[in-house]
């Protein structure tokens, strides 16, 4: 993760802060709490007026594009030769310019995670790292403090009409994935709730995270944790799997994990 500083160069302020994700190549933007909409480029602008600080990947990407060169430029491989690409990427454009444009005074510039500013590292840590759905609008999540959670989306379509909208249009609400930096769950780019409605309204499990993890590994076993148990080889194991006699819940790579209570039933 790299963290740049948006900054107007006018006014020598730091605006908000751009989160890049470069191994999966995904980024969004936090907002500092005492910028106001006047101070704020397009579209960053329009989030602070809807009481939103955290700017989803989809729309971080729209404001991005606003300041790179398009796709469908005439000279665009030129452009792309000079920058040293290889393929048009907005995000990589993005960084090349340092985030300028002639639209406003802005700029990008790289900084540490320890000096963003302590409202952002607060609002970082309310951040989903899981999102797992199960019934059909229910979700157990995991916030990255380490905390555990469950909601039930239905329950709150009185309150929040725009989730019952969703919830008719959206397809397989309960598949959703968790975007880039935890600042929300998407069903596509269209569908999306951001973090902060979970973190306020989700009933908070009487453990954490770690033992979630903790239960998650005891209550499964690996193939070679299965020859162990069962003191046989890993033919034994496949020709087990082959008869339907052992179920792997996970198949990928060369070893199978196994649900303990199955192997266990074989003893």
Known sequence: MKIYAIIDDDEKKELAYFIY?????ECYIEIRDDVDVWDLPFILEHFVRNGKRTVDPYHTLLWLRQRVVPSDRQNIGMILKECGLETYDEIALFLIADGRCAQDSCYIKRIKNQQLPPEIVTRMSHRLV???GYGQTDYLITFADGTVATIELSKYCEDFPWIKRMMEYAYNISEAKVA???????WSDKWKMPYDFFYAHAQRLPFSEKVLHQFANQSRMTTQEVMSLL??????????VNRGKLVPIDTAGKNYQFYR???????
């Open 21 to 25: 994700y470069e191994k999966i190549n």
């Open 130 to 132: 899981s999102a797992t």
């Open 180 to 186: 880039c930096g935890g600042s929300c769950i998407s």
């Open 231 to 240: 003191k046989c080889t890993r033919q034994n194991v496949n020709d087990l």
């Open 261 to 267: 209570k199955d192997v266990e039933a074989l003893l």
